[in-house]
């Protein structure tokens, strides 16, 4: 019967619900296979970032991530970088995504673009605005015509905060960021290399305090991971595996926002 709820719960459309569950914030599962109560949306904008393609509706998180991309904002803002572009976090009550992520289920994760050279737009201007890739994927190596120090100096801001365990980005972006004299370099080995992540950053949250349910990947390996980083081509199509959510998650979908 458990299995059987757990199938349900994952392959119900989770994009239909449009409201978070009310509640004492808890994940329930792990980044790849999870759903969320007490998900908080992410205002539109603040100081250094705004949130773009708003109307996929996946600006929610745990508040504890919601808290990090203000934090971030800030300290980006008096850096003299951005606005910070937001992309996609989580849905109001996490689950799976019927496209474009496999993770982002648990409200830990959040896309932040690379693009850095926008000035504040009104909210209707934050759809389908270009992304560029950053990336040659014949060569293999950075647009130094569109990388530059801010990028890299966002990266390893959005790095610093203890909560983070993971940033996945492209290799080539990796392989820049190891080559760079970091005067403190502890903050490299949070650093992954991930295909896909030639036009954004992907920010991977621990579980917070009080979540008993969350299940966190293992720690980084040791180390700064800056040995022989291997190419992350876009032509490799990512495996799509099987979810299987958590029983519980079939009744956080099913329950009414109202209570």
Not at 50 to 66: C, D, I, K, S, Y
Not at 116 to 140: F, H, K, M, N, W
Not at 182 to 189: F, I, K, S
Request: aromatic letters at 6%; charged letters at 25%.
């Amino acid at each position: 019967m458990a299995l059987a709820s757990a199938a349900t719960a994952a392959d119900r459309d989770w994009s239909s619900v449009t409201e978070p569950l009310p509640g004492e914030p808890r994940i329930v599962g792990a980044h790849g296979a999870a759903c969320l109560i007490g998900a908080v949306k992410l205002p539109p904008e603040g100081v250094g970032y705004q949130a773009v393609e708003l109307q996929r509706n996946r600006h929610f998180g745990h508040p504890e991530l919601v808290d990090y991309i203000e934090r971030l904002g800030h300290r980006l803002a008096a850096a003299g970088i951005g606005p910070m572009l937001v992309g996609d976090m989580a849905q109001p009550r996490g689950g799976p995504m019927s496209y474009g992520h496999v993770s982002h289920q648990s409200g830990l994760d959040v896309d932040i673009w690379f693009r850095l050279d926008l000035p504040a737009l009104e909210r209707s201007a934050r759809e389908d605005i270009e992304q560029p890739i950053l990336v040659d994927e014949a060569t293999g190596e950075l647009d130094k015509s569109r990388w530059s120090d801010q990028q890299a100096e966002l990266i390893r801001l959005a790095a610093q905060d203890p909560r983070v365990t993971r940033i996945f980005v492209d290799g080539a972006v990796k392989r820049d960021l190891c080559e760079r004299d970091w005067e403190d370099r502890a903050w490299l080995q949070r650093i992954r290399p991930w295909p896909f992540h030639d036009e954004h950053l992907h920010v991977r949250l621990r579980c917070p305090e009080g979540s008993p349910d969350c299940v966190d990947q293992p720690p980084p390996p040791a180390g700064e991971g800056c040995e022989a980083i291997l190419a992350t081509p876009r032509s490799e199509a990512m495996p799509s595996p099987k979810t299987v959510l958590p029983q519980a998650c079939d009744a956080v979908f099913r329950q009414s926002a109202a209570q």
